[in-house]
């Protein structure tokens, strides 16, 4: 059954505290991207990745961290100098880099 | 001014009725048109996909894009309940690698 697979649904941290967001994709896909969604408000691009050991800031990449050491794997580091976090994330992918991209579930994370 | 404009809503329309959703834009190079459905605190769905301009249909949903006016359109046919969420309109361009997303549009379909 193929996918894309983010863990954990929801994420509880303490100021101060990094968190480490998973998205896991089995569809094959050369690009895959992180987006963070706050209520009312569109999508906004935090990294992207069109290729293994490659990736490029998005829009809002300040305080946050990705590695992209397998095709298949795109986690998001959320360091403590990302000033308001508390927001749902989303980990997509595309095959190509054009056109569509696929979405995972997401992940609510919560800043205590 | 943003790339993608899409007015927020909420658009509320009794059941059965053909809704239409919009967005336009600003950049001429975009090439790929997507719709995606977004239920309450879940991923968004692609809905339809489509590439330059013209008409696509699947099922009850209608994509058309006219890239003359930069303007884009979602029909949905006999509207049903289940079809309440946010629907997001998405371009992009070859070689763009980034895809610009409009802020979404609140629909309610009541029964």
């Known amino acids: 059954d193929g996918g894309i697979t983010q863990s954990p649904k929801y994420l509880f941290r303490k100021e101060g505290q990094n968190v480490t967001l998973s998205c896991e994709q089995n569809?094959?896909?050369?690009?895959m991207y992180w987006y963070r969604q706050d209520p009312g408000q569109g999508l906004r691009l935090i990294y992207y990745?069109?290729?293994?050991?490659?990736?490029q800031k998005g829009d809002i990449a300040e305080g946050y961290s990705v590695s992209r050491e397998k095709k298949e794997s795109f986690p998001l580091t959320v360091t403590s100098a990302q000033k308001n976090p508390t927001a749902f994330y989303l980990c997509?992918?595309?095959?190509?880099?054009?056109?569509?991209?696929?979405f995972g579930p997401g992940t609510r994370l919560t800043v205590l | 001014q943003k790339e993608v404009e899409q007015d927020p809503g909420p658009l509320s329309v009794p059941e059965g009725a053909i809704v239409s959703l919009n967005c336009t834009y600003s950049?001429?190079?975009?090439?790929?048109f997507m719709w995606y459905r977004q239920y309450s605190r879940k991923g968004p769905e692609l809905l339809m996909y489509?590439?330059?301009?013209g008409n696509k249909e699947d099922g009850r949903f209608t994509a058309q894009v006219d890239k003359s006016s930069k303007y884009i359109s979602l029909f949905i046919r006999d509207s049903q309940p289940s079809d309440s969420a946010t629907y997001l309109c998405?371009?992009?361009?070859?070689?763009?690698?980034?895809?610009?997303f409009g802020a979404g549009t609140r629909l309610f379909v009541k029964a």
């Open positions: 997509a992918s595309s095959p190509d880099g054009d056109g569509e991209q696929f």
């Open positions: 569809l094959n896909h050369d690009a």
């Open positions: 990745s069109q290729i293994v050991n490659d990736f």
């Open positions: 950049n001429s190079a975009f090439q790929y």
């Open positions: 489509t590439y330059s301009s």
């Open positions: 998405a371009m992009s361009y070859t070689g763009g690698f980034k895809t610009i």
